[in-house]
């Protein structure tokens, strides 16, 4: 597609179940970045990934939090047994190599924990 | 983790009037980001400051980045219906992650026809 795309838009899941929340980067983009962003909130950075390098996992708040890519292309970021407080927007975005500040965000996924 | 002072939270504007946000840190910055995020959406690039002292326009828009690399100020000209949305300052630290931009909290702005 032209743009970044996130699958679901929205997910509502009961406490202590796990999600998994999907990203698919612009085409060519081999850098793909999680961020998350809580009510009223700025966002917040998750995880980074460049191509083949090894992911700047330092911004996961638990290791709840995972996240893999694979085939240098879809990205999958997965909560384990969520917890309320997990609730927020989770946006990904992606990049050419290097080029964050030229990032491209898709339209997240508003995830709530009930 | 670390954010920004973004201020201020929001402005309730009359439509032709000039607006101005700020941003600042307490750590020293190499970039600076301005972003604009409208309801459902993801943040989109408004504009991206590299130097300390840069001064970029895009059409009504001005940002630039402060001397002393902490800060940073985004104006708007003669506001319209359009510019209704949420602001963000982001900027990524020296000796930072490639990737990690740290963000301010938002500036929400609307405005009165």
């Known amino acids: 597609g032209a743009g970044v795309s996130q699958s679901p838009s929205n997910k509502v899941t009961e406490k202590g179940k796990d999600v998994e929340l999907r990203c698919d980067p612009i085409s060519g983009h081999t850098a793909l970045y999680w961020y998350r962003q809580s009510l009223g909130q700025g966002l917040e950075f998750l995880i980074y990934?460049?191509?083949?390098?090894?992911?700047?996992k330092s911004g996961l708040p638990s290791d709840r939090f995972s996240a893999e890519r694979t085939g240098g292309s879809v990205s999958t970021l997965t909560i384990q047994r969520t917890q309320q407080e997990d609730s927020a927007v989770y946006l990904c975005?992606?990049?050419?190599?290097?080029?964050?500040?030229?990032?491209?965000f898709g339209q997240g996924t508003r995830l709530t924990v009930v | 983790g670390q954010q920004l002072n973004q201020s201020p939270q929001s402005m309730f504007i009359q439509e032709g009037e000039d607006v101005s946000m700020n941003c600042t840190s307490s750590s020293i910055f190499n970039t600076w980001l301005w972003y604009k995020q409208d309801p459902g959406e993801g943040p989109v690039l408004l504009i991206a400051?590299?130097?300390?002292?840069e001064l970029t326009s895009n059409g009504r828009l001005t940002a630039q980045f402060g001397i002393t690399r902490k800060d940073s100020f985004l104006n708007i000209s003669a506001s319209i219906p359009s510019d209704v949305g949420i602001y963000f300052c982001a900027g990524r630290r020296y000796g930072g992650s490639q990737g990690n931009l740290i963000f301010g909290k938002g500036t929400k702005l609307s405005v009165k026809p």
């Open positions: 975005a992606s990049s050419l190599e290097y080029r964050v500040t030229e990032a491209f």
């Open positions: 400051l590299y130097k300390a002292g």
């Open positions: 990934f460049q191509g083949n390098s090894a992911p700047d």
